[in-house]
């Protein structure tokens, strides 16, 4: 250590000793040229150097005292940034400064991966629990399924009444429905993951906006059947620029949500102005949970009582939306319903006729 710190230190100190060295030189030559006797000239200028000998090598004492400080208090800067000592020169506190700041950010980052941490393992320990409710149910349907298979004797039996039997024992359509819960799930699960960084995936191009909620309908077509809830979808004759894969996923959580708390009614898709509407008659969201219902992890009194939310689909949802430059506001009318409403940010439409006489507005 200490080699390196004379050879560091000469570095530093480079300058200063050539102007020195070349001072004494110069007077001594001038001394010389004056008919100063040779013997005073030697002596002053080996007093000089003595003398500079003593500076630099206090002046080096003090550098590696530092030094060795540093080097000792390097593990306890990373706990601590104000352990470094104080500073010699304002070039030094510069250095010390920039140190501080990338000290604090290093804290920050630190900071917000734990948090992020354990936000993931938050929701995947409640996604994991979430999803046992539909794999349970299916093992149920299956064993019961394999029970009659195994009781029932098919000796005697007639081939006609054995498969009319076994299509009025086996609940393919239950199962069905819990196979699609847990893609739900695990759809819900990847998506999670790819929201912070969704923006080297999207492709923005120009859809129909009847066609992107069509597709969301018919996914869950069978929900509505089974929950004897009726659809009512106006198409609108918009276009949007816009990602399809990532829109359509945040159609999905709304009407996904609409399902979830309407027992009985309609779900109503339409056009209000420049807004895509998103209204159905269930249980409505409490005036108090209105402001918080795009925060992470927030489940509000309904989610609480229910023990179905995750407190994740809303925030994906402004996330994806805020990328997408939409706007998302919900209203509720108390226990009577609540409105998802979608507004372009800027919005600005233009409408093209064709020759046949009919036309279209693009939303953009």
């Known amino acids: 250590m200490i080699k390196e710190s004379i050879f560091s230190f000469l570095k530093i100190r480079k300058m200063p000793i050539i102007i020195f060295t070349g001072i004494v030189v110069i ?9 100063i006797p040779f013997d005073a000239i030697i002596y002053g200028c080996e007093l000089s150097f003595v003398w500079c000998a003593v500076c630099l090598f206090i002046d080096f004492y003090k550098y590696y005292k530092r030094h060795k400080l540093l080097h ?8 601590d940034a104000e352990q470094l000592p104080e500073h010699m020169d304002i070039i030094e ?4 400064e920039l140190a501080k700041e990338l000290y604090q950010a290093k804290q920050e980052l630190i900071s917000k991966n ?19 409710t539909p794999i349970a149910a299916l093992d149920i349907l299956l064993q019961n399924t394999e029970q009659f298979l195994y009781e029932e004797d098919i000796v005697n039996s007639r081939i006609n009444k054995r498969l009319e039997i076994i299509q009025e024992s086996i609940p393919v359509s239950d199962m069905k429905m819990e196979l699609f819960k847990i893609e739900q799930y695990v759809e819900m699960a990847l998506n999670y993951l790819r929201v912070e960084d969704i923006s080297s995936d999207l492709s923005f191009k120009q859809y129909a906006v009847d066609d992107m ?14 929950k004897k809830i009726k659809m009512n979808f106006k198409p609108t004759g918009r276009y949007i620029v816009t990602d399809d894969k990532w829109f359509v996923f945040v159609l999905e959580q709304f009407i996904s949500n609409a399902l979830k708390y309407t027992k009985k009614g309609q779900i109503s898709i339409y056009m209000k102005e420049k807004s895509l509407v998103i ?13 918080r219902i795009f925060e992470k992890g927030f489940t509000g009194y309904n989610g609480r009582e229910n023990k179905k939310s995750t407190g994740i ?9 805020d990328k997408l430059q939409w706007n998302i506001t919900v209203d509720s009318e108390g226990e009577a319903e609540q409105r998802y409403i979608l507004q372009k940010c800027k919005v600005r439409t233009e409408s093209v006729r064709y020759f046949d006489g009919s036309s279209c507005t693009f939303f953009l």
């Open 313 to 321: 689909g809303l925030y994906l949802c402004k996330n994806i939306m």
């Open 114 to 132: 734990r948090i992020a941490k354990k936000e993931l393992l938050d929701y995947y320990g409640m996604w994991v629990h979430q999803i046992k």
């Open 279 to 291: 209204e159905d008659t269930g249980i409505g969201i409490p005036a108090e949970d209105l402001p």
């Open 93 to 96: 506190y510069d250095y010390q």
């Open 213 to 226: 909620v069509r597709q969301v309908i018919r996914k869950y077509a069978k929900i509505f059947i089974s």
């Open 27 to 35: 007077f001594g030559i001038l001394f010389y040229l004056y008919d």
């Open 72 to 79: 000792i208090n390097r593990e306890q800067f990373f706990d």
